[in-house]
């Protein structure tokens, strides 16, 4: 058992939207707003606008302005390193390409790769570091 409304009520709620679609193409259209709506606007332009809260503590508009400074060129290492390090990832990337071509390279040629190679990774190693150059530096920078 349901209960329809009466009719009135039906026409009283097409009344009521009709006047709220009318007001609002009207405020649109730059018309005249409704007396509730010009009340707030009429309070707000009377009291002084106050800055609204910031969680950044700067101003973000001021971000653009930084410029870093430029870093230093790379060093490079000292030639004994330098022929090292072209023997350890020299070595590999020659036999690679040989590989992915097809060729075959002469026996002197593949042991003087691997001897390369080999020299190469054992001279890195043994000229490492045993501790850091600051020994009170974590290694952190900011």
Do not use: C, H
């Not at 609002?24 to 002084?48: F, K, N, Q, S, V």
């Not at 590999?92 to 020299?119: C, D, H, R």
């Amino acid at each position: 058992m349901t209960q329809e409304p009466p009719a009135s009520d039906g026409s009283e709620d097409d009344k009521a939207w009709a006047e709220i679609v009318a007001g609002w193409d009207a405020t649109a259209a730059g018309g005249d707003l409704p007396e509730a709506e010009a009340d707030t606007e009429a309070r707000t332009e009377a009291e002084p606008e106050r800055p609204a809260w910031n969680p950044v503590p700067f101003d973000l508009a001021d971000e653009g302005t930084f410029v870093p400074p430029t870093p230093p060129p790379v060093q490079l290492p000292s030639p004994p390193r330098l022929i090292a390090w072209s023997g350890v990832i020299g070595a590999p990337a020659v036999f690679l390409v040989f590989l992915i071509l097809s060729l075959s390279l002469p026996s002197w040629a593949s042991t003087l790769l691997v001897a390369a190679f080999v020299g190469g990774f054992i001279f890195l190693v043994a000229t490492m570091r045993n501790e850091p150059p600051d020994p009170y530096d974590d290694g952190a920078r900011v």
